[in-house]
């Protein structure tokens, strides 16, 4: 009874089996042929489906390619070929004839892989640059795109109120456009100095008078390159000229003390260390001046190969820092030599090196920008020559100034923006950018209070800014500071607008 019961259901299991087997149909679902169509719409028209309109190019069009491709039968029909003919009938064995195909593509069609090759060609990809080629353009207008990625300035980073328009705005006609020069310099008693072509003016700030120091007429192509106070006191003002020689003069006074030479060429840095002027001139080298003596000549110092473009001295006065066109940056102690050379010697600059400047806040903190084509300022440690940080702020570095009441560093830039830009330090987070200038930004100067910068541009302007004025100070501290004179000694005083 048992058996009888198995047989039974294995008789009904296969029966059923065998039935479903036999009604089984090669017709899909509708679904699945849909998306089979798909696919294959996909593959014959390619992966990129993005409109209906494609004109293709007949300059980037292989026209014998073409015609050959289109001529070309299927594969399969290739393949139904290949099973008819036998292996010792054909001329070509199969091993060889990729190597064959791809020969006698390349001798008639120009073209070695045929089967990445297209009928239309849509678009032309450009020619690949030369390995050696560099663009300038590149590099001088690659701001834009760089300055649109990047957040923009906090305003958080400060809690003090920082006007971003001037707060005075005066003419400087003739004021050289020359990356190389350092025409402007701020006592501490409060009087600017300011080289117009082959003449220094000197702008009392809390009266607002003008005068006219010197004229340096020394030809037609004669002009003064640079200009600084003594550290201490407002009294003398270094002036140096095109021609080599440095001059110095009692403000008080009026006259000439003395001139000093020891160059061949212009003189476009001065920097002061008591009393040693160090001079940087475009003959390559440094000197050292004691001005105290007769014999002023101390040192001579030659390690840049091109023009010396920036000075400063530390607030201790135990190192010079000096950078050329030659993209060096150096630093030298006080009793360096010609023999003994600099102390360190850094070439990671791209470009000229003029902004220098030491940190009121950190000793043996020194602050670099580069050039054109470097547009980076570096941090330095001084005491062991390490590189703290680098920043690349997308436009050329044409001077820094330290915050002496907060840890800041201002920087003004040339193309293609000409603005000053204001960075929290160490961070380097950008605190404010301040735009009005229409040509770069070639000198900035702090004033005796350390409340206010200015600027002067390509754009024969100087601007005053009131960046770096404490929380504490007073509103009236700047009106009093630059209260309009009615003084008209020269034209300068009538351009105050």
């Not at 000793?363 to 920008?369: P, Q, T, V």
Request: overall charge neutral.
């Amino acid at each position: 009874m048992t058996r009888s019961v198995v047989d039974y259901e294995n008789l009904l299991e296969n029966s059923f089996t065998d039935a479903n087997k036999s009604i089984k149909t090669s017709i899909r679902p509708r679904w699945e042929r849909k998306k089979m169509q798909q696919q294959e719409e996909r593959r014959t028209l390619g992966t990129v489906i993005g409109g209906d309109r494609f004109i293709p190019n007949r300059a980037g069009m292989n026209m014998d390619l073409c015609k050959h491709l289109m001529r070309t039968s299927s594969s399969d029909s290739n393949e139904d070929l290949q099973k008819v003919v036998p292996d010792d009938v054909k001329a070509v064995s199969d091993d060889k004839k990729s190597m064959y195909a791809s020969n006698l593509s390349s001798a008639l069609l120009g073209v070695e892989d045929v089967k990445g090759s297209r009928i239309m060609s849509y678009q032309e990809k450009a020619p690949a640059p030369k390995g050696d080629t560099v663009n300038n353009l590149n590099i001088l207008y690659s701001a834009s795109a760089a300055a649109a990625r990047q957040p923009k300035a906090n305003a958080k980073l400060v809690t003090r109120q920082i006007p971003t328009a001037p707060s005075r705005i005066l003419d400087a006609p003739d004021l050289m456009n020359d990356y190389y020069l350092n025409l402007i310099s701020w006592s501490d008693t409060n009087i600017l100095a300011v080289a117009l072509g082959q003449t220094v003016f000197l702008w009392d700030a809390g009266s607002g008078d003008i005068q006219e120091l010197c004229s340096f007429e020394n030809g037609p192509n004669a002009h003064i390159s640079s200009v600084s106070w003594v550290q201490q006191g407002g009294a003398h003002l270094a002036v140096g000229t095109s021609s080599g020689t440095t001059q110095l003069w009692d403000v008080h006074a009026g006259k000439q003390l003395r001139s000093m030479d020891g160059h061949t060429d212009r003189v476009g840095s001065l920097a002061w260390n008591r009393h040693i002027l160090s001079t940087g001139s475009r003959d390559t080298t440094i000197v050292q001046h004691d001005v105290r003596v007769a014999r002023h000549n101390t040192a001579v110092l030659n390690t840049h190969t091109q023009e010396i473009c920036g000075l400063a001295w530390s607030p201790d006065g135990e190192m010079l820092a000096s950078g050329g066109n030659d993209n060096l940056l150096c630093l030298w102690d006080s009793a360096a030599s010609a023999r003994s050379g600099p102390r360190f010697r850094f070439t990671d600059h791209q470009a000229a090196v003029k902004a220098l400047a030491w940190s009121p806040h950190e000793r043996h903190l020194l602050a670099s920008g580069g050039g054109t084509a470097d547009r980076t300022i570096k941090f330095w440690n001084s005491h062991t020559g390490a590189l703290l940080n680098s920043i690349d702020t997308d436009s050329q570095v044409c001077s820094l100034q330290w915050n002496p009441h907060e840890k800041e560093i201002l920087s003004s830039h040339g193309y293609a923006r000409n603005q000053l830009t204001l960075w929290k330090y160490p961070s380097m987070s950008k605190i404010k950018e301040f735009e009005g200038h229409t040509s770069r930004v070639l000198f900035t100067a702090v004033s005796p209070d350390g409340g206010t910068v200015m600027s002067a541009a390509a754009d024969e302007t100087l601007r005053f800014w009131d960046i770096f004025a404490p929380a504490h100070a007073k509103k009236t501290t700047h009106k009093e500071i630059y209260s309009v004179g009615s003084s008209s000694k020269t034209s300068w005083t009538t351009h105050i607008r």
